[in-house]
């Protein structure tokens, strides 16, 4: 009795710590070579493809107007444009911009596979032009991501012109 009773428990400690470990391991390892497999399909689809979606997107930025993604040959380049198009947006929204600053270098970083130009702005206008504003750059183009967004009533500003701060980061393509 004692004896299939050890028995018994040996069994279940195995099963529990040694054959339940492995099965969930070598499950997740299967997991993880579908998860693999398809990855490599999907990237081969694209680079069989590469041609295709070429056309397609200089078709796309050709119908359009206007480029999405900031390009230039040097982030310098690229980040001239990007000051050009938020100018262009303040001055159609009739907000007045004080500072734009672009830090010299662009952030890598590992959520995109674009390097992005960070810039920082501050302006006065009155809240219909802020709101255009913030309606152009979301809608506009170049694409814009905004990290931080400050709006602050200022007193020493006459006629309920509010003070925005911002702090933007532009994906862009240096070729």
Known sequence: MIAVGLTIVIAALLVRFAIVPFVTRWNARGDMIAFSADRIARMRDLIADDSR????????ENAGGSRRLVAGRTTALAGSAVQAAIQSDA????????????????????????PSIPVTISAVGDVYGLSDFLSALQYGSPVVRVKQLTVVSNSSLRGGLLQISLQLSVPAVVE
């Open 53 to 60: 979606l070429r056309a397609a997107l200089g078709s796309s």
């Open 91 to 114: 001055d159609r929204s009739r907000v007045t911009i004080n500072r734009l600053d672009l830090a010299g270098t662009p952030d890598s970083t590992a959520d995109s596979s674009l």
